[in-house]
T-cell receptor
Framework: DVKVTQSSRYLVKRTGEKVFLECVQD?????MFWYRQDPGLGLRLIYF???????EKGDIPEGYSVSREKKERFSLILESASTNQTSMYLC?????????????FGSGTQLSVL | KQEVTQIPAALSVPEGENLVLNCSFT??????LQWFRQDPGKGLTSLLL?????REQTSGRLNASLDKSSGRSTLYIAASQPGDSATYLC????????FGKGNQVVVIP
Protein backbone atom coordinates (compact mmCIF):
# COMPACT_ATOMS: atom_id res chain seq x y z
CA ASP A 1 0.00 0.00 0.00
CA VAL A 2 1.03 3.55 -0.67
CA LYS A 3 2.24 5.39 2.37
CA VAL A 4 2.11 9.16 2.62
CA THR A 5 3.81 10.37 5.78
CA GLN A 6 3.46 13.84 7.27
CA SER A 7 6.22 14.73 9.69
CA SER A 8 4.08 16.16 12.50
CA ARG A 9 0.64 15.25 13.77
CA TYR A 10 0.23 18.41 15.84
CA LEU A 11 2.17 21.66 15.65
CA VAL A 12 1.92 24.89 17.65
CA LYS A 13 3.68 27.98 16.33
CA ARG A 14 3.78 31.71 17.07
CA THR A 15 2.61 34.46 14.76
CA GLY A 16 5.43 35.51 12.44
CA GLU A 17 7.38 32.25 12.66
CA LYS A 18 8.51 30.44 9.52
CA VAL A 19 6.87 27.01 9.46
CA PHE A 20 7.84 23.93 7.46
CA LEU A 21 5.41 21.06 6.90
CA GLU A 22 7.02 17.97 5.42
CA CYS A 23 5.44 15.19 3.39
CA VAL A 24 7.05 12.02 2.06
CA GLN A 25 5.53 9.32 -0.15
CA ASP A 26 7.02 5.91 -0.87
CA UNK A 27 5.37 4.89 -4.16
CA UNK A 28 7.27 6.96 -6.69
CA UNK A 29 4.24 9.15 -7.44
CA UNK A 30 4.79 12.10 -9.74
CA UNK A 31 1.90 14.19 -8.40
CA MET A 32 1.88 15.65 -4.91
CA PHE A 33 -0.62 18.04 -3.35
CA TRP A 34 -1.09 20.21 -0.28
CA TYR A 35 -4.61 20.94 0.97
CA ARG A 36 -5.98 22.70 3.99
CA GLN A 37 -9.25 21.68 5.59
CA ASP A 38 -11.42 24.04 7.61
CA PRO A 39 -14.88 23.48 9.11
CA GLY A 40 -17.56 24.63 6.71
CA LEU A 41 -15.08 25.26 3.89
CA GLY A 42 -14.01 21.72 3.07
CA LEU A 43 -10.69 20.86 1.40
CA ARG A 44 -9.00 23.64 -0.50
CA LEU A 45 -5.96 23.13 -2.71
CA ILE A 46 -2.94 25.26 -1.78
CA TYR A 47 -0.23 24.04 -4.17
CA PHE A 48 0.56 20.99 -6.24
CA UNK A 49 3.52 19.56 -8.08
CA UNK A 50 3.69 17.33 -11.15
CA UNK A 51 7.40 16.62 -10.94
CA UNK A 52 10.62 17.48 -9.17
CA UNK A 53 11.22 21.23 -9.01
CA UNK A 54 7.83 21.89 -10.59
CA UNK A 55 5.00 23.59 -8.74
CA GLU A 56 1.67 25.14 -9.55
CA LYS A 57 -0.63 27.33 -7.50
CA GLY A 58 -3.89 25.92 -6.31
CA ASP A 59 -6.93 27.87 -5.19
CA ILE A 60 -5.45 29.54 -2.08
CA PRO A 61 -1.65 29.95 -2.46
CA GLU A 62 -1.36 33.31 -0.71
CA GLY A 63 0.95 33.17 2.32
CA TYR A 64 2.40 29.79 1.32
CA SER A 65 5.26 28.44 -0.77
CA VAL A 66 6.41 24.92 -1.59
CA SER A 67 9.56 23.02 -2.36
CA ARG A 68 10.06 19.78 -4.25
CA GLU A 69 13.76 18.97 -4.49
CA LYS A 70 13.24 15.18 -4.54
CA LYS A 71 10.43 13.18 -6.08
CA GLU A 72 9.32 11.62 -2.81
CA ARG A 73 9.28 14.81 -0.71
CA PHE A 74 6.99 17.85 -0.94
CA SER A 75 7.33 20.62 1.62
CA LEU A 76 4.84 23.35 2.46
CA ILE A 77 6.31 26.57 3.84
CA LEU A 78 4.48 29.28 5.73
CA GLU A 79 6.83 32.23 5.33
CA SER A 80 5.36 34.21 8.25
CA ALA A 81 2.65 32.31 10.07
CA SER A 82 -0.58 34.10 10.88
CA THR A 83 -3.53 33.09 13.04
CA ASN A 84 -5.74 32.62 9.96
CA GLN A 85 -3.43 29.81 8.90
CA THR A 86 -4.54 27.70 11.86
CA SER A 87 -5.95 24.66 10.11
CA MET A 88 -5.64 20.95 9.31
CA TYR A 89 -3.08 20.48 6.54
CA LEU A 90 -3.30 17.39 4.35
CA CYS A 91 -0.72 16.10 1.89
CA UNK A 92 -1.65 13.73 -0.94
CA UNK A 93 -0.03 11.96 -3.87
CA UNK A 94 -1.05 10.17 -7.06
CA UNK A 95 0.17 9.06 -10.46
CA UNK A 96 -0.60 11.46 -13.29
CA UNK A 97 -3.11 11.17 -16.08
CA UNK A 98 -4.61 7.72 -15.76
CA UNK A 99 -8.27 7.60 -14.84
CA UNK A 100 -7.71 4.59 -12.62
CA UNK A 101 -5.23 6.28 -10.29
CA UNK A 102 -6.36 6.97 -6.75
CA UNK A 103 -5.39 9.90 -4.57
CA UNK A 104 -3.63 8.87 -1.36
CA PHE A 105 -3.56 11.07 1.74
CA GLY A 106 -1.34 11.45 4.75
CA SER A 107 -2.85 11.52 8.24
CA GLY A 108 -2.72 15.30 8.45
CA THR A 109 -1.01 18.00 10.51
CA GLN A 110 -3.15 20.09 12.83
CA LEU A 111 -1.40 23.45 12.95
CA SER A 112 -2.24 26.05 15.56
CA VAL A 113 -0.80 29.55 15.16
CA LEU A 114 -0.98 31.60 18.37
CA LYS B 1 -14.16 25.50 -12.37
CA GLN B 2 -15.44 22.18 -11.08
CA GLU B 3 -17.85 22.46 -8.14
CA VAL B 4 -18.89 19.46 -6.08
CA THR B 5 -21.91 19.46 -3.78
CA GLN B 6 -22.94 16.96 -1.13
CA ILE B 7 -26.31 17.24 0.57
CA PRO B 8 -27.22 16.81 3.39
CA ALA B 9 -24.23 17.93 5.43
CA ALA B 10 -25.15 15.54 8.24
CA LEU B 11 -27.46 12.58 8.74
CA SER B 12 -28.21 9.87 11.29
CA VAL B 13 -29.53 6.41 10.60
CA PRO B 14 -30.34 3.40 12.81
CA GLU B 15 -27.99 0.45 12.63
CA GLY B 16 -28.95 -1.98 9.89
CA GLU B 17 -30.50 0.59 7.57
CA ASN B 18 -29.04 1.20 4.12
CA LEU B 19 -27.20 4.49 3.63
CA VAL B 20 -27.50 6.51 0.44
CA LEU B 21 -25.17 9.48 -0.02
CA ASN B 22 -25.43 11.80 -3.00
CA CYS B 23 -22.81 13.86 -4.79
CA SER B 24 -23.29 16.27 -7.69
CA PHE B 25 -20.67 17.94 -9.87
CA THR B 26 -20.85 20.69 -12.50
CA UNK B 27 -18.29 19.68 -15.13
CA UNK B 28 -18.72 16.24 -16.72
CA UNK B 29 -15.20 16.26 -18.26
CA UNK B 30 -13.66 14.18 -15.49
CA UNK B 31 -11.06 11.39 -15.35
CA UNK B 32 -12.78 9.78 -12.42
CA LEU B 33 -14.89 10.27 -9.33
CA GLN B 34 -13.58 9.14 -5.95
CA TRP B 35 -15.27 8.55 -2.62
CA PHE B 36 -13.30 8.94 0.60
CA ARG B 37 -13.91 8.31 4.27
CA GLN B 38 -12.59 10.61 7.00
CA ASP B 39 -12.63 9.87 10.71
CA PRO B 40 -12.42 12.82 13.14
CA GLY B 41 -8.99 14.44 13.17
CA LYS B 42 -7.59 12.02 10.60
CA GLY B 43 -6.64 12.01 6.93
CA LEU B 44 -8.81 10.74 4.08
CA THR B 45 -9.01 7.06 3.16
CA SER B 46 -9.92 6.10 -0.40
CA LEU B 47 -13.05 3.93 -0.60
CA LEU B 48 -13.97 3.66 -4.26
CA LEU B 49 -12.87 5.10 -7.57
CA UNK B 50 -15.13 5.14 -10.63
CA UNK B 51 -13.42 5.83 -13.92
CA UNK B 52 -15.18 8.16 -16.35
CA UNK B 53 -15.97 5.23 -18.66
CA UNK B 54 -17.56 3.18 -15.86
CA ARG B 55 -21.05 3.31 -14.36
CA GLU B 56 -20.36 1.77 -10.95
CA GLN B 57 -17.86 0.18 -8.58
CA THR B 58 -18.41 -2.20 -5.68
CA SER B 59 -16.37 -3.15 -2.64
CA GLY B 60 -17.98 -5.31 0.02
CA ARG B 61 -21.02 -3.45 1.40
CA LEU B 62 -20.15 -0.34 -0.61
CA ASN B 63 -21.42 0.47 -4.07
CA ALA B 64 -20.86 3.71 -5.95
CA SER B 65 -22.54 4.75 -9.19
CA LEU B 66 -21.68 7.46 -11.67
CA ASP B 67 -23.93 9.28 -14.13
CA LYS B 68 -21.76 11.77 -15.98
CA SER B 69 -24.60 13.11 -18.12
CA SER B 70 -26.49 14.31 -15.07
CA GLY B 71 -23.38 15.12 -13.02
CA ARG B 72 -24.27 12.78 -10.17
CA SER B 73 -22.74 10.00 -8.11
CA THR B 74 -24.30 7.95 -5.35
CA LEU B 75 -22.54 5.99 -2.58
CA TYR B 76 -24.65 3.18 -1.20
CA ILE B 77 -23.68 1.44 2.06
CA ALA B 78 -25.69 -1.68 2.78
CA ALA B 79 -26.72 -2.72 6.29
CA SER B 80 -25.02 0.15 8.09
CA GLN B 81 -22.98 -0.47 11.24
CA PRO B 82 -21.84 1.89 14.04
CA GLY B 83 -18.30 1.59 12.61
CA ASP B 84 -19.55 3.29 9.43
CA SER B 85 -19.94 6.53 11.40
CA ALA B 86 -17.62 9.01 9.68
CA THR B 87 -17.58 11.81 7.15
CA TYR B 88 -17.79 10.73 3.52
CA LEU B 89 -16.37 12.99 0.82
CA CYS B 90 -16.62 12.76 -2.92
CA UNK B 91 -14.15 14.30 -5.34
CA UNK B 92 -14.31 14.76 -9.10
CA UNK B 93 -11.91 16.02 -11.72
CA UNK B 94 -8.77 15.25 -13.62
CA UNK B 95 -5.29 15.52 -12.13
CA UNK B 96 -6.65 18.20 -9.87
CA UNK B 97 -9.68 16.96 -7.92
CA UNK B 98 -12.41 19.16 -6.53
CA PHE B 99 -13.92 18.01 -3.24
CA GLY B 100 -17.38 18.26 -1.78
CA LYS B 101 -17.72 19.32 1.86
CA GLY B 102 -18.81 15.86 2.90
CA ASN B 103 -21.71 14.01 4.49
CA GLN B 104 -21.24 13.50 8.24
CA VAL B 105 -22.88 10.16 9.05
CA VAL B 106 -23.84 8.79 12.46
CA VAL B 107 -25.09 5.21 12.66
CA ILE B 108 -27.09 4.76 15.86
CA PRO B 109 -26.74 1.36 17.58
Amino acid sequence: DVKVTQSSRYLVKRTGEKVFLECVQDMDHENMFWYRQDPGLGLRLIYFSYDVKMKEKGDIPEGYSVSREKKERFSLILESASTNQTSMYLCASSRPGASSEKLFFGSGTQLSVL
Amino acid sequence: KQEVTQIPAALSVPEGENLVLNCSFTDSAIYNLQWFRQDPGKGLTSLLLIQSSQREQTSGRLNASLDKSSGRSTLYIAASQPGDSATYLCAAGNNRLAFGKGNQVVVIP
